[in-house]
């Protein structure tokens, strides 16, 4: 029983060791972190992240803008759009958004064999610090 409580004691001194090592190492992570949040990142932010085009007929294509503007200090670039379905196909450029000035991306929607509610989402990658946007293209599709 006694080597029990000495086992119990250095396993216990042990661990308050290693915590007080990693509180020196905590403070100087936080430094680092200060650091990176200082570099200067593009942000991306759109008019609105939500397009509703209402009730279309089977086989009609709809299509919207959706505007951004990099509001941070350093170049906004769109890696790469990808949509949750093979109807819906975006286009955007692909060369820098400088700081303070706005870029688009055209959505376009085909109805051809799609019936009722629909919702689908667009995925914008960029070289922003939280770098994954979504976007969505919803409506309801109606039988001719």
């Known amino acids: 029983m006694y080597r029990f409580y000495i086992l119990l004691a250095t396993i216990t001194i042990m661990v308050l060791a290693s915590c007080s090592g990693n509180g020196a190492q905590t403070a100087s992570n936080a430094d680092s972190v200060a650091a990176v949040d200082t570099v200067k990142y593009p942000t991306i932010e759109f008019d609105t992240a939500v397009f509703d085009f209402g009730k279309i007929l089977q086989g009609e294509q709809v299509g919207t803008v959706f505007t951004?503007?990099?509001?941070?200090?350093?170049?906004?670039?769109?890696?790469?759009?990808?949509?949750?379905?093979?109807?819906?196909?975006?286009?955007?450029?692909?060369?820098?958004?400088?700081?303070?000035?706005?870029?688009?991306?055209?959505?376009?929607?085909?109805?051809?064999?799609?019936?009722?509610?629909?919702?689908?989402?667009?995925?914008?990658?960029?070289?922003?610090?939280?770098?994954?946007?979504?976007?969505?293209?919803?409506?309801?599709?109606?039988?001719k």
């Open 68 to 143: 951004f503007k990099n509001t941070g200090k350093a170049d906004l670039i769109i890696r790469k759009v990808e949509t949750s379905c093979g109807c819906t196909v975006p286009e955007y450029d692909r060369s820098p958004v400088k700081p303070g000035a706005t870029g688009t991306i055209r959505v376009r929607f085909d109805s051809d064999g799609k019936e009722g509610a629909q919702y689908k989402t667009i995925k914008v990658i960029s070289n922003c610090k939280d770098n994954i946007f979504d976007l969505v293209l919803k409506g309801t599709v109606e039988v």
